[in-house]
């Protein structure tokens, strides 16, 4: 894969950055996707930057400048930082901590069993930062996305493990809203920077870090900040299951979703983002932001109806795909369905709660032959669990082999590119299910296919081929 960031003109250089911000000292705890993407762009901003890890293979990696994680410019960017001394990687917190004006905790907080963030990496983070403390007192600045009221946890464990020594916590939540897939470009074009504290004038030192691109910035407390990240999440998973919802209605009254989101979105109120039809929200933030948001409603006694909704209809679009292929194909035993598209979203190898790996899943229990073929997963088969890897083809066209069906699952960019005629020839039968409507229906019907999409008006059934 390649990385570039050509089609993204936006993205900034140093040119493009002020000159004259003011150089500090950062460290990044956690340098998975959020973590690298910051650090990296905080040196390319112009300070001295030191990411720390647990993962001694993934550490060794980013130090020749080698990252596991596939975002468009990143790449580019982290060479650039090792290059000029600005960057630096390491998993001793004792080298990157008691230099630091700054550490950011990016760690990750997965969901818990019961719905809830799980802290247990923030907390052994602050474990491990706080003996290298040396009497200086950094601002210590949350990004990982996490529950109301954790800040004040932080502070609470810091104070106890400073007790004995002359160092003040100070904490700053600067919750990050950059998309997986353009996180480069997000972070270079924040549409605001949110940043909460007990203290403004920590606020606005964190504020001051990211001078260079002339965001707004927004002053809060502590608590105020943690929420907007998940209200912010949330509402978007929101959009995305109630147009999913719509789409269904379109599916049985035979409206055209594509139509009506065009007709709808034009209005200023309402917009276009995250508001198309699928398969449902995936992926390693919007998932567990809206149950850890359910969960503190739990937890103080106030009802999340809504919330629920959101995650009941994200649920059935996954099971909605595999009925469709059913009505269409009859019983799926020993069907050859071919898949394109692992990942939850394009532009990225994370297959964290893909609704895809959900889907395949579905498919496979009922008995499906898979063949399955993602970009970022042909290049790294151990993005998927062991039992898909069988599953797994080199190409599109390897994957339609023979297929009964083809399922679009994800929307790289890529698939709008193979030729569909090559495709009808090597399938046995000719149905497309696009269930991110990548493709354009009429064009795809006028080659001969029969075609499902997600909201768009079913065509009628078509005669089985047995010509091949
Ligand atoms: N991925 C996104 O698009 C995105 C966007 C906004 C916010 N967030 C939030 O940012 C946080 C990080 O997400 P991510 O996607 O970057 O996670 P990730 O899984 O990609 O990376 C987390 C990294 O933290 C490291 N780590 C864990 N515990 C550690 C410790 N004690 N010390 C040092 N390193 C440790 C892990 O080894 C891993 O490399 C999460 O809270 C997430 O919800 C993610």
Known sequence: MTETIAERPAVVTTEKVDQGVKTRRVAVIGCGHVGLTVAAGLGELGHSVVGVDVNEGLVTELCRGELRIHEPGLADLVRRGLDSGRLAFTTHYDYAVPEAEFIFLAVDTPQTLAG???LRNIRAAINSLAPALNGSSPIIVNK?????GTGETIEELLREALVER????????NPEFLQ???GVDDFFHPDRIVVGSRSAVDALEVASLYEGLHSEVIVTDLRTAEMIKYVANSFLATRISFINEIAR???SIGV???QVVEGVAQDPRIGSQFFRAGIGFGGSCLPKDVAALRYVGETFGVATPVLSAVQEVNRMQRTSAVRRLQSRLGSLEGRRIAVWGLTFKRDTEDTRESPAIDVVSLLSNAGAHIQ????AVAANPSLVPERFRPFLRATPLEAVQKADALAILTDWTEFKDVDLVTVRAAMINDLIFDGRNVLDQAEVEALGFAYIGVGRSATLPRRRRTDR
Do not use: K, M
Not at 144 to 148: L, R, V
């Open 116 to 118: 809830a963030a799980d």
């Open 144 to 148: 990982s996305t996490s529950p109301i």
């Open 166 to 173: 002359n160092v003040r916590a100070r904490i700053v939540s």
């Open 180 to 182: 997986q897939g353009r």
């Open 249 to 251: 209605l379109c599916e």
């Open 256 to 258: 055209d979703i594509d």
């Open 372 to 375: 399955a073929y993602d970009p």
